[in-house]
């Protein structure tokens, strides 16, 4: 047991499972070689655990090859190297008003450069409504890009009505899970998903310092790698490999993290993502319907709560998201995040910049006992305030 109660899990979710943990320790302790650039025994199992989690994860999405699942650091350098790989001058761009920093910054890269960007406007509760992107699109739209769910609101967009846009008219769909893989079921082949950007440390329960991308076979041809360099395969030649996953790996891969990433989806796996969706959304709607008396409180995104992840971010009137995330923290120990989340076009949306919100993000960890105490807390904080 721990001394506080943790809610930013949709910044890092935490605690991470006991099998993680000693997956990388049993790596450190009995493999530690690097894969691919040797043949002894070491190199080859280490080669295995890379194998193994793209398996697992292309299990997990439903995707019917391991090779068209790309390790990258994290769900921003996926989203950059799609970016930048896909879109150039003159290329048009689709995204939304709810955007995470990792897809906005790239895009004003891009921008400047001479791509055309068109933001559309969402809700204030955050969502989006799939016509006004049906009437954005132009000829020379390139490229749809997406937050599944919103890490400021929780707002789940409808990627499948998108998708079928995207169909319609020709155009590759991206979209940035790194708020909903391990926690939303998916299923990129029934749904004919092009691109999907995962992250490892979030509802994956994995460790900082992985992630990847998932791509429907054909369209990495179309994306420029962002590097060249060692990878183990056709060391014969100095132009590099153009296949999967070579393509976009490039240099000694973090294995001790992959082999981490492995267990805890494999962990995933095992309790059901079903299961995972159905005790957060209970754990959420606890906590809704706990502080809705409370008029001294605005939440922000959708009322329906199966149309949202377990992100609530709210604030107290009169008291700014720093204080009441300091107050909960020293005098309550709950971990929460204030501010703008790494996603200020967000924020401008809901109506809540430019100091933010507080958010709380609940996970497979927390218990209805963790709920309670904190709604008690706020009722605390709210009658404090007025005193």
Request: aromatic share 6%; proline share 5%.
């Amino acid at each position: 047991m721990h001394s506080y109660i943790y809610f930013d899990n949709p910044a890092t979710s935490w605690p991470k499972p006991d099998c993680m943990i000693e997956a990388m320790i049993a790596f450190n302790k009995t493999v530690g070689a690097n894969p691919g650039r040797s043949a002894h025994r070491l190199s080859i199992e280490a080669a295995r655990i890379l194998f193994d989690t793209r398996e697992a994860i292309a299990s997990l999405i439903g995707a019917d090859d391991p090779e068209t699942i790309v390790f990258t650091r994290n769900a921003t350098e996926g989203l950059n190297i799609i970016l930048h790989g896909l879109l150039k001058s003159g290329d048009h761009v689709i995204t939304t008003s709810m955007e995470h920093n990792s897809v906005m910054r790239p895009l004003r890269a891009l921008e400047r450069e001479g791509i055309e960007l068109t933001v559309i406007p969402c809700s204030r509760d955050g969502e989006i409504d799939p016509d006004d992107i049906s009437r954005a699109i132009k000829k020379n739209t390139t490229l749809i890009v997406t937050t599944h769910a919103s890490n400021v609101t929780g707002t789940i967009m409808p990627v499948d009505e998108i998708i079928k846009i995207a169909r319609r008219n020709g155009i590759i769909y991206c979209i940035d899970g790194a708020q909903t893989v391990g926690s939303v079921k998916i299923d990129v082949k029934k749904q004919d998903l092009d691109i999907l950007v995962f992250t490892g440390h979030k509802s994956l329960y994995g460790p900082q310092g992985t992630g990847g991308f998932y791509i429907k076979k054909g369209i990495e041809k179309r994306i420029k790698p962002l590097e060249q360099g060692g990878t183990g395969s056709r060391s014969e030649f100095e132009e590099h490999p153009d296949f999967m996953p070579d393509r976009f790996e490039s240099g000694t891969p973090n294995t001790i993290g992959l082999a981490g990433l492995c267990a805890s989806v494999k962990y995933i796996d095992r309790m059901g993502i079903e299961n995972i969706r159905e005790k957060e959304l209970k754990l959420t709607k606890l906590f809704l319907e706990g502080i809705s008396s409370m008029k001294d409180i605005r939440v922000f995104g959708v009322d329906d709560i199966n149309r949202r992840i377990a992100v609530v971010s709210f604030n107290v009137f009169g008291m700014t998201p720093s204080d009441v995330s300091y107050i909960l923290d020293r005098k309550f120990n709950i971990l929460s995040r204030p501010g703008l989340h790494c996603a200020p076009s967000a924020h401008r949306t809901i109506g809540s910049f430019p100091e933010g919100t507080v958010r709380f993000g609940f996970g497979i960890f927390n218990t209805e006992e963790e709920i309670g105490f904190a709604i008690k807390a706020l009722e605390k904080i709210t009658t404090g305030h007025k005193k």
